[in-house]
T-cell receptor
Framework: KAGVTQTPRYLIKTRGQQVTLSCSPI?????VSWYQQTPGQGLQFLFE???????NKGNFPGRFSGRQFSNSRSEMNVSTLELGDSALYLC????????????FGSGTRLTVV | AQSVTQPDIHITVSEGASLELRCNYSYGATPYLFWYVQSPGQGLQLLLK??????LVQGIKGFEAEFKRSQSSFNLRKPSVHWSDAAEYFC?????????FGAGTRLTVKP
């Protein structure tokens, strides 16, 4: 059974650009959550999607957005990149309850220069 | 405010020694509790979780954790550490579908 797949693994972008990260959940998982991990702030919750609807949202500016497709794959987008957006972005998928069976992907390492 | 505290930023133990990583939480009701492990450059792997019932929970890789309501703690233990256990460990708490992570404890294993 394939795990949670995040692409790309590494990304380098310039300040002001935008970026889109992709997450393919485990087959049958309908909930996808996104987290930002930085050395200073640790793991912070961005948002959760279930059945193409955002169900929960963390405390991030509107530059961070996401969506989920009918096949449960999810993308997150960051517009007008700032240096502080450099981080490991982790995606986790689960069954309907969104929590009890979380499985994380290996993450996308974003570097903003 | 909800919070998860891992008091130890970095712990070093000798291979074969026992291990205890501390986790304290601040929530109103009994939350769902988790321990994850993260190797460098990798995602998080679930070690164990507690929802209800027996307060001593067994996980993968020989880890266990004990939920103590009176102390608001969920400490992770392993009787004999292996060199491959060197990693970062995160305690996480969920209440109302909101998952919060502790700052993590980095474990170094001495030969």
């Amino acid at each position: 059974k394939a795990g949670v797949t995040q692409t790309p693994r590494y990304l380098i972008k310039t300040r002001g650009q935008q970026v889109t990260l992709s997450c393919s959940p485990i087959s049958g998982h309908r909930s996808v959550s996104w987290y930002q991990q930085t050395p200073g702030q640790g793991l912070q919750f961005l948002f959760e999607y279930f059945s193409e609807t955002q169900r929960n949202k963390g405390n991030f500016p509107g530059r961070f957005s996401g969506r989920q497709f009918s096949n449960s794959r999810s993308e997150m987008n960051v517009s007008t990149l700032e240096l502080g957006d450099s981080a490991l972005y982790l995606c986790a998928s689960s069954f309907e309850d969104g929590i009890s069976s979380y499985t994380f992907g290996s993450g996308t390492r974003l570097t903003v220069v | 405010a909800q919070s998860v505290t891992q008091p130890d930023i970095h712990i070093t133990v000798s291979e074969g020694a026992s291990l205890e990583l501390r986790c304290n939480y601040s929530y109103g009701a009994t939350p769902y509790l988790f321990w994850y492990v993260q190797s460098p450059g990798q995602g998080l792997q679930l070690l164990l979780k507690y929802f209800s019932g027996d307060t001593l929970v067994q996980g993968i890789k020989g880890f266990e954790a004990e939920f103590k309501r009176s102390q608001s703690s969920f400490n992770l233990r392993k009787p004999s550490v292996h060199w491959s256990d060197a990693a970062e460990y995160f305690c996480a708490v969920v209440e109302d579908n909101d998952m919060r992570f502790g700052a993590g404890t980095r474990l170094t294993v001495k030969p």
